[in-house]
Every structure is written in structure tokens, then in C-alpha cells.
């Protein structure tokens, strides 16, 4: 005999519950059984700690905002790569 279930009703944002009726239909499942097996892969990925960085995200914010205001107004697509990211800034410039 499988395991005892416990009946469950939630509400579901509407594009959720697309995506639940899609993936069912898909696999040719239950809405029930997907719902089962993404809170199985969550329960196997572990708890991971969100944590606020402020002050990441405002650094962040920064380097965003001092990239728009030196290439602004030049009407193309602003390219860099990755190393210039890296790179700091020459001092006078």
C-alpha cells in the first residue's frame, strides 16, 4: 500500500495554474502529481538562506547608473567585456 495522502486546497496565481495544467498534460499526469514532485525537488535541493545585501545591490545600482551616464546620448548599443568590469578605474580619467 502506497503512502497516506493528505488532501490539501490552495489558490494559485492564474499563470501558475496554467503552468500546472500544462505540465500535467505534458507528462500525461495529474495537476496533483506535479504539484507532488516540485515540492519533491525542493525538499531535495535543501534550504538555501536568502540574506538582504543592501549594499551589494546599491553597489551594484552604481555601477549601473555610472555605465548609463558615460556612454548616454551616444545612440548605439553600449559593448564591453568581462575583464573591463574587473579592471579599476585609471585614476584622472
Known amino acids: 500500500m502506497g503512502e ?3 488532501r490539501k486546497q ?3 496565481p492564474k499563470r501558475q495554474n496554467q503552468y500546472v495544467k500544462r505540465r500535467a498534460k505534458q507528462r ?3 495537476e496533483a502529481e506535479v504539484i507532488r514532485l516540485a515540492l519533491e525537488r525542493d525538499e531535495k535541493a535543501g534550504d538555501f538562506p536568502v540574506r538582504e545585501n543592501v549594499e551589494g545591490w546599491t553597489e551594484i545600482l552604481n555601477f549601473v547608473k555610472e555605465r548609463q551616464a558615460k556612454y548616454a546620448g ?4 553600449v559593448q564591453w567585456n568581462r575583464q573591463e ?3 579599476e578605474p585609471e585614476v584622472g580619467k
Open 4 to 6: 497516506m495522502m493528505v
Open 10 to 12: 490552495i489558490y494559485l
Open 85 to 87: 568590469l574587473y579592471e
Open 28 to 30: 500525461g499526469i495529474s
Open 74 to 77: 551616444q545612440g548605439k548599443p
